[in-house]
């Protein structure tokens, strides 16, 4: 067993690709993942599972059909399963997102955004 | 559904009792806790599950009979199940914790500090 602390700010200066998630630890058989966000992500849903997005540094939208969430630092907020959602960063914004392993981040919609799943950093 | 984020720091001030788990948010089978912590906490293990420890404020030691762990503001660990460790804290911390719903604070220990469950602020 190591004994190091998981360290945010740090594990954000080892990659730079937008909308592309890098698990820094498990609990079980969940994933904790650093993600730099900016612009507009693609609708989409998670149809098995919720997902929670926490706010490192910047601000994120969460627009969703009826309504929209906007988090800064230091705020979460979980999206239900079946929720259509999609992330938006005016600017550079590094969340962290929990959620199952093997959930891929374009959900139920095909795209180009869609990333590898289960990168680590 | 409710638009609203989840902040820290306002949930924060809404408590003050130390070891003392408040539930902010729910995702499938899991929650999320924010906890103030001071002082020494008991030995113990979760043996069904692990935990995850974020700091958010203040400086958390996490002890094992191995080794410690210290972590500051925007450092996590995963403590793995059925692995002892003992939370200290010198001064006032705010900590939020990620496991199962239903687990208990001081897993498999008899305490004076064994919390209420389920606890929402």
């Not at 079980?28 to 490192?56: C, M, R, S």
């Not at 994120?60 to 938006?88: A, C, D, Y």
Request: glycine share 6%.
């Amino acid at each position: 067993m190591k004994f190091d602390a998981i360290n945010f700010k740090d594990k954000f200066t080892k990659f730079s690709e937008p909308w592309s998630p890098r698990v820094i630890a498990e609990m079980n058989d969940y994933q904790f993942k650093l993600v730099k966000v900016e612009g507009e992500f693609v609708w989409h849903q998670h149809p098995a599972t919720d997902e929670t997005f926490i706010v490192i540094e910047g601000t994120l939208n969460i627009e969703f059909r009826e309504g929209t969430v906007t988090l800064n630092s230091g705020e979460m907020f979980v999206i239900p399963k079946g929720v259509e959602h999609k992330p938006v960063a005016i600017n550079e914004c590094k969340i962290m997102i929990v959620e199952p392993k093997g959930v891929v981040n374009t959900g139920d919609s095909d795209s180009e955004l869609t990333a590898k799943d289960d990168v680590w950093v």
